[in-house]
């Protein structure tokens, strides 16, 4: 993110190869492999955002993902299905690697984010979170004002001298115009942010990724924690940034899967079962279990 | 067919039983209110003739006065204030050098360490605090009393800084425990939040948890400070036990290599010399009151700090 003009835009293309464009002075000041750069190079050859082959993962002695092989487009949203414990939290979990701060964490295969496959060594944890955003079952903002909430991800990947607070503002007002909190919260921008009502919170959560312009929101059952017009709210605010992000998201409810999904990805005992488009998937399932499944007939 | 009701009631040494063991518990509980106040009304009780009676002490003078001469037959002198300066200059001392020790462990403890050598470090942190502060006086007086010559050139090396470090030695542990409480009670959503924006683990330290943890790390510091006023064999054998004001006007306003004596120190080593009842007797016991007076308020912000945290 250059220093000028932090925070003022955000991605309006479907186009993977225009994202990333510019230098990154950031990463190349920390001294390590440039994750955004690598990018527009390889993404020419592929349409897909999440690439991954053989995936598997192993917590302790208990595997939880057993060779999973999917490719997610860009640009859509991608639903995760299944029945508790079949992985799709482990797997979303893995395409920031956020799940390595469990010291008992193996992975094996590989995940490729935009053409750069994550578990590679040059691979920075701190730039990869940055590209790969992601929003948590319950709504964690910090214990720090809705502002500063916002404005957390900039501070922490910028250099002090290079924030100025009109660049800090605009950022806030337009993270939260996009998740249309502006409204509601323009004055409370002082208040503290565990305050807000949960559905306020999780889309503050929404928010906070968006001044980073990551190329991936993840998204953790977003809704489980919040009640129906609350989901709806969120849903139609997925909707509304379908397209120039790409979005991943775990769900129980697969009404909800149905509802916003373009594609959907079924799972079974850390296995994928069925991958295709949500209306097919839904109305015509391949596989004898996805069928089942969605009829409610186990999970 | 009618049912019968079963029987309702229970046999009676059950029912008395059960109130009798009932109000053993209740009493447990409310004993340790009981006990303060007792204590309390004790010590005051034991002061109040010098505090309310005729012959009665000089309050200003007491708090202001360097002049500490009990014993003296013919003009015998209550000032204290170079026995509170003494006790002020050693807690400070320590805390310089327990609270970034204490609180730095507290954080490698929490935050850094793995999950063994977790578990090796709260077991022997709670075996340091479990030393008797006898032993730490021995330390004091053969060990650091060496070292302190040796490193700063000191006549003696019993000073304050030697009474500080065996003072800090002494409150790390708590320090630490009651630390490493308020990170772990920060919420694992928090630490989540900030690893999924990409920090690196410095900045999780001072932008989420220690914002978010600072009441708690508060609390252990003042326990620290209250553990660190009331200690009184370590500091007594330590110190030098010299009526001393260490602190002055020019830089660096205190002097660590001086000797002092501390307010507890003073009631252990002059109480049993006295006669019950006397001025002298009762003065200690006004002195008594005061460290009771200042351990208080120092647990007791503590503690309205943590509830500060528990309240939101």
């Known amino acids: ?299 | 067919m009618w049912l019968t009701m079963p029987l309702l009631h229970r046999p009676k040494w059950k029912v008395v039983g059960e109130g009798l063991v009932e109000w053993l518990i209740r009493i447990c509980g409310v004993s340790a209110v009981i006990f303060v106040f007792a204590i309390f009304f004790f010590v005051f009780w034991e002061a109040k003739g010098i505090l309310f009676g005729e012959d009665r002490l000089d309050l200003w003078k007491f708090l202001t006065s360097e002049e500490w001469y009990p014993a003296s037959e013919s003009n015998p002198r209550y000032g204290a204030s170079a026995l509170i300066a003494g006790t002020a200059s050693v807690t400070v001392l320590s805390m310089l050098i327990a609270v970034p020790f204490g609180l730095g462990a507290a954080l490698f403890i929490s935050e850094f360490c793995g999950p063994r050598l977790k578990e090796v470090l709260k077991i022997t942190i709670e075996l340091l605090a479990a030393i008797p502060s006898v032993v730490w006086g021995f330390i004091g007086i053969t060990i650091m009393n060496q070292l302190v010559m040796r490193i700063f050139g000191a006549p003696i090396g019993l000073t304050v800084l030697n009474g500080a470090i065996i003072l800090a030695l002494m409150s790390v542990p708590i320090i630490v425990s009651i630390g490493e409480d308020a990170l772990k009670a920060v919420p694992d959503s928090y630490r989540e939040a900030a690893i999924g924006l990409g920090v690196t683990r410095w900045q999780m330290l001072y932008r989420v948890l220690l914002p978010a943890a600072k009441n708690g790390l508060l609390a252990a510091v003042l326990l620290g400070v209250g553990r660190a006023i009331g200690e009184t064999m370590a500091v007594l054998m330590c110190t030098g036990h010299a009526v001393n004001n260490p602190f002055n006007t020019t830089f660096p306003f205190l002097h660590p290599l001086d000797s002092v004596r501390t307010l507890p120190a003073t009631i252990a080593a002059e109480l049993g010399e006295t006669a019950q009842g006397s001025q002298h007797y009762q003065v200690l016991f006004v002195i008594g009151l005061l460290l009771f007076t200042i351990t208080f308020v120092v647990n007791m912000t503590a503690d309205l700090v943590v509830k500060g945290i528990k309240g939101k």
């Open chain 1, 1 to 299: 993110m250059g220093s000028s003009s932090v925070g003022l835009e955000f991605h309006s293309s479907n186009d993977p190869g225009a994202i990333r464009g510019g230098s990154d002075p950031q990463s190349a000041f920390r001294g390590v492999a440039v994750f955004t750069k690598v990018v527009p190079l390889m993404s020419g050859t592929t349409q897909y955002a999440i690439t991954t082959e053989d995936l598997g993962l192993w917590y302790g002695d208990f595997q939880a993902l057993k060779d999973v092989s999917v490719n997610i487009r860009h640009g859509i949203i991608t639903g995760l299905i299944g029945p508790s414990g079949c992985g799709k939290t482990t797997f979303l979990r893995c395409c920031n690697r956020v799940n390595e701060r469990y010291g008992n964490v193996t992975t094996t295969g590989t995940i490729h984010i935009l053409g750069k496959n994550i578990y590679d060594p040059d691979v920075s944890l701190i730039e990869l979170r940055k590209s790969v955003g992601i929003v948590f079952q319950r709504p964690n903002p910090l214990p720090i004002s809705i502002y500063e909430n916002v404005v957390f991800g900039l501070r922490i990947h910028s250099r002090w001298s290079d924030l100025k607070r009109s660049d800090l503002d605009m950022a806030v007002e337009q993270a939260l115009r996009e998740v249309r909190l502006w409204a509601d919260l323009k004055d409370r921008l002082k208040e503290k942010a565990t305050t807000l009502q949960l559905e306020q919170q999780q889309k503050l959560c929404i928010a906070r990724l968006l001044p980073l312009k990551p190329d991936l929101i993840l998204m953790d059952e977003p809704c489980s924690a919040l009640d129906v017009e609350a989901t709806t709210a969120v849903e139609e605010l997925m909707l509304g940034l379908a397209g120039r992000f790409t979005i991943v998201i775990v769900t129980h409810n697969m009404a909800q899967a149905r509802r916003v999904s373009d594609e959907c990805i079924f799972m079974l005992l850390g296995e994928v079962v069925e991958h295709d488009r949500t209306e097919d998937l839904f109305l015509n399932p391949k596989n004898t279990k996805t069928a089942d499944y969605i009829e409610g007939r186990y999970g």
